[in-house]
């Protein structure tokens, strides 16, 4: 009898040391969570692609622009970047999935970079995106005033869906993306000012510097470039965001070897580029 009582004991007490085991685990976390530092001010934040986001010195877009309009600003630009998720079966583990403008509008509105914390790339071209998340996470967002977004050009060539119908809030297309991350920000930050910003027109261009082909008559897949800024347009008209258009009208193309003027490959601006849309950019923000 008293060794069915000691058995009974030991089995209460490894049910009990199970249950605080887990109970450990369940709050370390929280009692390990550090509270987030908000300690960068920034009055316009840029989120995108490398169009406006390929150089992160002081001759970069966001740079340029913060100094003709006298403000703060951070360049959460990410090289290689779309509007909308690109990878169907890993979704948010495939890296640019994370950093793509429905999921960092979600960490924004959320003020919850995890997923984005997580990503870390051995490629040299961009390793420097975990110290941008890293950063990116120390914004202070009641400060933003505006939020300048601009994808679109790899969602291009990548021949990613425009819309998916009947489901315009897929997050796999550009419209659904577009429209997703808009209403993550607008519940939480209902004064912000959204700007989208269309890609420019481009070139593709062969190793001798010979035009192949424009975005005019390449198809990727999608749509021409054209249908994409069109989209982002109708999109931004329907939720009320602001749209600058840098496709039409913009960068001369008449001449083949027009690509040479504003741009360093036949897509991603120049000095003399920068310097374009930076100008345009402060204008049009100004206004």
């Known amino acids: 009898m008293e060794e069915e009582k000691r058995k009974e004991r030991r089995k209460q007490n490894l049910v009990y040391g199970i249950c605080g085991l887990l109970l450990m685990l369940v709050l370390l976390p929280i009692a390990l969570r550090r509270e987030r530092q908000a300690d960068l001010q920034a009055e316009v ?3 995108g692609d490398s169009i406006l986001g390929q150089y992160r010195d002081e001759t970069s877009i966001p ?21 909308s998720l690109q990878n169907r079966e890993g979704r948010e583990a495939y890296y640019r999935d994370g950093l793509s403008f429905s999921q960092l509008a979600k960490a ?22 975990g110290d941008i998340v890293d950063e990116l996470d120390r914004v ?5 005033r505006t939020l300048v977004v601009s994808y679109g050009m790899n969602d291009y060539v990548t021949g990613s869906p ?41 070139w593709f261009i062969d190793d001798d510097g010979s035009v192949t082909s ?16 069109e989209a982002q347009r109708r999109v931004a008209q329907e939720c009320g965001v602001e749209f600058l258009d840098l496709y039409h009208g913009y960068y001369p193309h008449e001449e083949p070897q027009d690509w040479r003027v504003y741009t360093s490959d036949g897509m991603h601006p120049n000095p003399d580029g920068r310097q374009k849309i930076a100008e345009t950019l402060a204008a049009y923000l100004e206004e």
């Open 140 to 144: 202070d967002f009641s400060m933003v």
């Open 162 to 202: 425009i819309c998916s119908p009947g489901e315009p809030e897929d997050t796999f297309s550009m419209e659904g993306a577009m429209r997703t991350g808009i209403r993550f920000l607008q519940q939480s930050y209902p004064a912000l000012r959204i700007v989208f910003v269309s890609p420019t027109y481009c």
């Open 108 to 129: 924004v509105a959320a003020l919850d970079f995890g997923t984005q914390q997580t990503i870390r790339t051995k490629d040299y071209v961009t390793m420097h995106f």
């Open 214 to 229: 424009t975005c005019e008559n390449r198809d990727f897949g999608g749509g021409f470039l054209e249908d994409y800024v």
């Open 63 to 83: 740079s340029q622009a913060a100094r003709l309009m006298d403000v703060s600003v951070f360049n959460g630009n990410f090289g290689g970047t779309t509007m």
């Open 45 to 47: 934040l840029f989120l």
